[in-house]
């Protein structure tokens, strides 16, 4: 489903960052961090490469990363 409202652009609202995308990935880092304590590869590059690409496009930004908690806070 994400997927679908990713095609063809760069964020959820188009060109520029909006609060879906902020949202969407406060999800996706915890659910990295779910999938790295369990063990699991639920979403893969493979499986998902538009959203894949589009997190790792958010993890480049600066003020995102300044934001995140630590990979080892969300895994403790």
């Known amino acids: 489903m994400l997927e679908n409202e990713l ?43 538009i959203l894949c690409k589009w997190i790792g496009k958010l993890q480049d930004i600066d003020v995102v990363n300044e934001c995140r908690p630590p990979k080892t806070a969300a895994s403790n």
């Open 7 to 49: 095609k063809g652009k760069s964020s959820f609202g188009g060109d520029t960052i909006g609060y879906l995308d902020i949202a969407t990935l406060v999800i996706a880092f915890w659910f990295e961090a779910v999938q790295d304590v369990v063990g699991l590869d639920l979403v893969t590059e493979e499986r998902f490469p």
